[in-house]
């Protein structure tokens, strides 16, 4: 069996310690979200080893675990030939007062989906307009959507992948979806995606996942600047049926 990934390196004390104060920050920072019954969506994107599955278990520590959800985004032919593509995305938005977290999400279209060939180039205009109208609608309907993009040096994420492909646990782990992050291809579908979807209702955080622990400690810290700007700071007002005489 392959050995334990080490997920902190040098100064890990200081990140963990400042990990589980964010962690403890932002689930206070939940309860007005929940009180107010406020909306809200995380994206996590980035290619295969960039650091988002550290970041996702300090998400799913942070929160409390009845008001959110997680959803992992894959291929899946069927979804991509039957019906509207978005429709997936369209049932897992998160119900009043929950937070939907995306690891991966309807980004993959654009990125590895039409990397590997499975997005025809010539739709590539329209789902980047499909996906602002589709955020444009979320921001209307008062959801507050963060995406998080992490960012990896393709010599760091080869050193990730081969230590995961060294444990037969991890075997779902496909060769031939693997994308270099220094992939040009990849780089040219990244400078596309940033150009027309960095919006003002919806901008990109780029994290630096290099450093595991760091990019965790950068994408909590994003979240809780968000929700803090967002979320109502008083508690919801009572309303009380007036006493028949």
């Not at 997005?119 to 209307?140: C, G, K, L, Y």
Request: hydrophobic share 40%; with cysteine.
């Amino acid at each position: 069996m392959g050995s334990t990934e080490v997920t902190f390196g040098s100064g890990s004390t200081d990140v963990g310690s400042a990990l589980a104060a964010l962690r403890e920050h932002l689930a206070e920072l939940q309860l007005p979200q929940i009180a107010h019954r406020r909306r809200a969506i995380i994206l996590l994107e980035g290619p295969e080893g960039a650091g988002k599955k550290l970041a996702l278990k300090q998400f799913a520590s942070a929160f409390d675990p009845c008001h959110f959800v997680v959803h992992t985004t894959g291929y899946d032919r069927r979804e991509a030939s039957e019906g509207h593509w978005l429709a997936r995305f369209w049932r897992q938005l998160p119900p009043a007062g929950n937070t939907a977290i995306f690891f991966r999400s309807w980004y993959r279209r654009v990125l590895d989906d039409r990397v590997l060939g499975r997005t025809p180039e010539e739709s590539i205009s329209r789902v980047f307009d499909e996906i602002n109208e589709f955020e444009v609608q979320q921001r209307d309907y008062g959801t507050l959507l963060v995406k998080l993009y992490f960012d990896v040096s393709a010599d760091v994420q080869e050193r990730r992948v081969s230590h995961r492909r060294q444990n037969p646990w991890r075997g779902r782990f496909q060769e031939e979806e693997f994308i270099r992050a220094d992939d040009p291809a990849y780089q040219r579908a990244l400078e596309e995606l940033r150009a027309n979807t960095d919006t003002r209702w919806s901008p990109w955080r780029t994290i630096d996942g290099d450093d595991e622990g760091q990019a965790a400690l950068a994408a909590l810290e994003a979240v809780a600047e968000a929700w803090s700007k967002a979320m109502p700071a008083e508690p919801p007002k009572l309303v009380t049926s007036p006493r028949v005489a």
